[in-house]
């Protein structure tokens, strides 16, 4: 991990990380036990903070960091045919990115977590961005819209690699709803497909 940090070190994320690694490991362990089914909560207890700064590095740096509009539109700004929605998009895009590239060997490569771990990493990842969703989804049960970009993206993920990769499920218990992973490799799958068509 320390290499990562270092390897990102001129980002701002740094200050999100230290606010992460500053928060009270009683209060994450309430919250996995809370928000997470029990089959996942010694997976999260035990990967939660480097999924957490895996999705955020890799949202903020690779995914706004990179990629290029259509050439077909030639000199022309994409946020004119999208319109309104094109923050939605590109937090999705940021996302999908990070989705995508964390079984890259690379990030083993530079000290993120060992091989071993990857598929562990990966599949708390998945749950934090999914089970995250419900929590939104939750909170926004007033309300027939998301309103905010990040908030419309996640949902986009969500419903797009459920309804057509299946990969997870939504499950009832006792009343509370939880994320059900029965496939990352199809969550990925689905979630490079979107990065495509996004």
Known sequence: NDAV???????KNVILQNMI?????????MLIKEFYLPEYQ??????FKTARKMLLYMHEVIGHGSGSADVRLG?????DFIGKNYGAMEEARASLVAFHHINDPILVKLGAFSADEQRDVMKALYLLEFQGQLITLRNAK?????REAHDRADQLLFEFIRKNHGGFE???????????????????????????II
């Open 42 to 47: 010694g997976l999260m207890k035990k990967h």
């Open 142 to 146: 007033n309300e027939d819209v998301l």
């Open 75 to 79: 000199n022309k700004d994409p946020r």
């Open 170 to 196: 939504v499950v009832n218990q006792n009343g509370k709803f939880f994320v059900k992973i029965n496939d990352i490799d199809k969550i990925h799958t689905g979630s490079s497909q979107l990065l495509k």
């Open 5 to 11: 940090g270092f390897y990102f070190w001129n980002f």
């Open 21 to 29: 690694e500053a928060r009270n490991q009683v209060l994450l362990d």
